[in-house]
Nanobody
Framework: QVQLVESGGGLVQAGGSLRLSCAASGRTFSSYTMGWFRRTPGKEREFVFAISGSGGTTYYADSVKGRFTISRDNAKNTVYLQMNSLKPEDTAIYYC??????????????WGQGTQVTVSS
């Protein structure tokens, strides 16, 4: 069992930056692919970014290319999402997720409670 706790959300003006963190419990953090997803009211949950267990491979959605980056610190059991050049359409609840295995875009086993990101225009 893995517990995930996100932090770092908030209100920011368009063009600004935020860094989300996701702290995970457990001793096998480096075995998990970690992902970030987001959801806005009336829309399905959207894949944003993912990173392999070693941190050597990342996967991203076209909508955040060049603006967001993902990283992880396996010694701290933490994954980060650095969000730059934020746009109002990035407003959403952001969720951290963990999984074993391939396909970083879906079928995650564990989810955090989410953190709200609001970008004002």
């Amino acid at each position: 069992q893995v517990q995930l706790v996100e932090s770092g959300g908030g209100l920011v003006q368009a063009g600004g930056s935020l860094r989300l963190s996701c702290a995970a419990s457990g001793r096998t953090f480096s075995s998990y692919t970690m992902g970030w997803f987001r959801r806005t009211p009336g829309k399905e949950r959207e894949f944003v970014f993912a990173i392999s267990g070693s941190g050597g491979t990342t996967y991203y959605a076209d909508s955040v290319k060049g603006r967001f980056t993902i990283s992880r610190d396996n010694a701290k059991n933490t994954v980060y999402l650095q969000m730059n050049s934020l746009k109002p359409e990035d407003t959403a609840i952001y969720y951290c997720a963990a999984k074993y295995g391939s396909n970083p875009y879906r079928s995650y086993d564990y989810w955090g409670q989410g953190t709200q990101v609001t970008v004002s225009s």
